[in-house]
Nanobody, 126 residues
């Protein structure tokens, strides 16, 4: 059974840091691009960061320089290191695996493709 399980969401103050983790099971991540999406109330589902199967990372402009996506050597864990958090980073964050390319977003997470986790809540207060 394919599973993506996120953890690490929390409530922090602006300027703080969080690390999100995603455990991938039931499939080989070697065959997929991995990514993190987020959705805040009233906002669309937004692609935050992607990591290709050959290790290329890309980021939304809004998080460049603050977020880092990485994968454990065993490739069954995906991480999102988030620094200098802002209130606009608030939302539910989803771990996703899919054939490339990952789409930039849509109306509501989860989108109708790939494998999605259940989401983890990040709240940043000012």
């Amino acid at each position: 059974e394919v599973q993506l399980v996120e953890s690490g969401g929390d409530s922090v103050q602006a300027g703080g840091s969080l690390t999100l983790s995603c455990l991938a099971a039931g499939f080989s991540t070697d065959d997929f691009d991995m990514g993190w999406y987020r959705q805040a109330p009233g906002n669309e589902c937004e692609l935050v960061a992607t990591l290709s199967s050959d290790g290329i990372a890309q980021y939304a402009e809004s998080v460049k320089g603050r977020f880092t996506i990485s994968q454990a050597y065993a490739k069954n864990m995906l991480y999102l290191y988030m620094n200098n958090l802002k209130p606009e980073d608030t939302g539910v964050y989803f771990c996703v695996a899919d054939q490339p390319p990952l789409v930039t977003g849509g109306n509501y997470c989860p989108l109708s493709f790939g494998y999605w986790g259940q989401g983890t809540q990040v709240t940043v207060s000012s």
